[in-house]
């Protein structure tokens, strides 16, 4: 248990369905970050948001949408999206932009 | 762009035997970390190194900061069934800020009772 907790655990949605991913996080830290884990693929850092600004995306198309309310919270809205966008999502927070990060659990995501 | 070159992809190993992986990178790196993942869970930092050279301990695993700072060794003595999983390493070259940090594609590790 990092402290870090994503909900769900799993979701499997259609290619037109409108999904939100939830990312809690009570250790006070100040940054926050969504990854994308495909197999066999290195993580890829989609979104890092430090003082609930988001500060990186990473090319990242416009049918993942992050929002970032608190320094407590993120979420990562999808809509449209494609089947090879099925992955697990990872959720992680650091006390800031320049320290290690704590990975939640994920989110594992099947489009179909 | 950076890669990370990661070895060995996959480990098939005995319970109670020694186990060495290893990071390489084509540029010099100040950071290397090495994460495990175990089925179904997210990644969770081992060992953190800032220093080449530097040589650290976390239990059983023993990770060292290559003297080029291109690369890093990740060591597992006495392996134990709960070692299962896939071990990650993590690079950064410049700054401090997570958007530099780049991964490895992950080495599997299952462990034979």
């Known amino acids: 248990e990092t402290g870090v907790t994503q909900t769900p655990r799993h979701l499997v949605m259609g290619m037109t369905n409108k999904k939100s991913l939830k990312c809690e996080q009570h250790?006070?830290?100040?940054?926050m970050y969504w990854y994308k884990q495909s197999a066999k693929k290195p993580l890829e850092l989609m979104f890092v948001?430090?003082?609930?600004?988001?500060?990186e995306n990473n090319s990242v198309p416009s049918r993942f949408s992050p929002e970032c309310p608190n320094s407590s919270h993120l979420f990562l809205h999808l809509h449209t999206l494609q089947p090879e966008d099925s992955a697990l999502y990872l959720c992680?927070?650091?006390?800031?932009?320049?320290?290690?990060?704590?990975f939640g659990q994920g989110t594992r995501l099947t489009v179909v | 762009g950076q890669q990370l070159n990661q070895s060995p992809q996959s480990m098939f190993i005995q319970e109670g035997e020694d186990v060495s992986m290893n990071c390489t990178s084509s540029?010099?790196?100040?950071?290397w970390l090495w994460y495990k993942q175990d089925p179904g869970e997210g990644p969770v930092l081992l060992i953190a190194?800032?220093?080449?050279?530097e040589l650290t301990s976390n239990g059983r695993l023993t990770a060292q900061f290559g003297i080029t700072r291109k690369d890093s060794f990740l060591n597992i003595s006495a392996s134990i069934p709960s070692d299962v999983g896939i071990y990650f390493c993590?690079?950064?070259?410049?700054?401090?800020?997570?958007?530099?940090?780049?991964f490895g594609k992950g080495t599997k590790l299952s462990v034979k009772p």
């Open positions: 250790l006070g830290h100040n940054a």
């Open positions: 190194l800032y220093k080449a050279g």
């Open positions: 993590a690079g950064r070259n410049y700054g401090g800020s997570q958007g530099n940090l780049i």
């Open positions: 992680a927070s650091s006390l800031d932009g320049e320290s290690e990060a704590f």
């Open positions: 540029s010099i790196f100040n950071t």
């Open positions: 948001y430090s003082l609930e600004e988001r500060v």
